[in-house]
């Protein structure tokens, strides 16, 4: 995505300074490269619950994200739903809207789970969709 980030460290006479550079320098693609693949994800996702759940009258809210995760508020008829269109998200967010062409060599994975969180109140009929990359996609 055009990121760049300038590592000095790595030219350092100092061994432990030239260590920490190099770890900086490897993580620092990957870090980035999950950011925007999150901000993308939260963009796509909160579109979706705008444009196509609402009307519909689905009611759908992302509440958090964090590092690769975000959880959404849903009406509890529409979780199973919402988990599994979330995933769809997801899995196909590096996949151009128009062409259907992957950008990318790598597939991304993706989990969902409903999590029913607020059964000790009885009033609230809602439950929480939590969805992240998957760590290993074997």
């Known amino acids: 995505f055009g990121r760049?980030?300038?590592?000095?460290?790595?030219?350092?006479?100092?061994?432990?300074?030239?260590?920490a550079g190099s770890r900086q320098a490897g993580n620092t693609p990957i870090q980035g490269m999950c950011a925007d693949l999150i901000r993308i994800i939260i963009a796509e996702v909160y579109e979706w619950f705008v444009d196509e759940l609402r009307p519909n009258?689905?009611?759908?809210?992302?509440l958090l994200i964090i590092h690769d995760e975000v959880i959404s508020e849903v009406?509890?008829?529409?979780?199973?739903?919402v988990a599994w269109g979330v995933r769809e998200i997801f899995e196909r967010c590096l996949t151009d809207r128009e062409s259907g062409e992957v950008c990318c060599e790598v597939p991304i994975k993706?989990?969902?789970?409903?999590?029913e969180r607020w059964k000790k109140?009885?009033?609230i009929r809602s439950c929480n969709v939590f969805a992240r990359l998957q760590k290993d996609s074997k």
């Open 4 to 19: 760049v980030r300038r590592v000095p460290e790595v030219k350092s006479v100092h061994n432990h300074i030239a260590a």
């Open 57 to 62: 009258d689905v009611e759908a809210y992302p």
């Open 75 to 81: 009406d509890e008829d529409h979780c199973e739903g």
């Open 110 to 115: 993706a989990e969902s789970k409903v999590m």
């Open 121 to 123: 109140y009885p009033l």
